[in-house]
């Protein structure tokens, strides 16, 4: 399995439209929105219908010329709309075919939050990596767990522990936490049978889609049980990362802390 924010305000969703004003047709009555800029308001009504389950991973989304009738503004805001949502890895764009709702599954989607490299090629040359999960259980959440999730101390998290190897070699450790209630049901065996993407595990039988990321990195020394499973010295440099992973609407629902080899690979963050 292979180890980013939007904010928006948005006008009412179609559900919340006054029933007196809505056209008969179900398109012709979604809001339209009231004040400027206005792209940002479409993107706002897009976010919401993601988030409501309208569209759901790899679905393919209604044309630009459908939603500027459904919205009843021009296609070029919608298309300024749809591009924001693309550079945000919400939205793929497919030539000819149209665009489709981002999913974890897909190759250049898989490696979005990881930004560890390999010193020679590239994440797509290296292949992926192979996972050997190490437990999967129910726990009650820790202080700053609790506080990172929005949970309150000694509610019920999900925290997994994994290794992640490439090429044979053991590269990354990590534990994370995930909300018991939103991931409730998710086993030792959910893990060990799912073959992809831990986040498209989540897409498809958890409903939950990881939209964003913010990280936190310091150097550290392995300890003892980081050194034995990650196969170093004890006391070898390692990098610690710590990731706290956002659904729709900054709702965190991953707390990721992870200690990095960086013997043959490298931390990579493209700036802007």
Known sequence: MKPEGLTAKTAPSVAEAPAATAPASPAAGAPTPAFSPLYQQIKGLLLQSLQAGEWRPGDLIPSEVELAARFKVSQGTVRKAIDELAADNLLVRRQGKGTFVATHAEQH???RFLRLHP???TLDSEGPATREVLGCRRVRASADVAAALQLRPGDTVVQVTRVLAFHGTPTILEDLWLPGTA????????????????YALFETQFGVRMVRAEERIKAVAAHEVAAERLQVPPGTPLLSVERLAYTYNDVPMELRRGL???DRHHYRNELS
């Open 109 to 111: 989607i898989q490696y």
């Open 119 to 121: 010193d020679v090629g």
């Open 183 to 198: 991931f409730r049901g998710l086993t030792l065996a959910t893990l060990a049978e799912h073959p992809g993407p831990m």
């Open 260 to 262: 990095y080899r960086t």
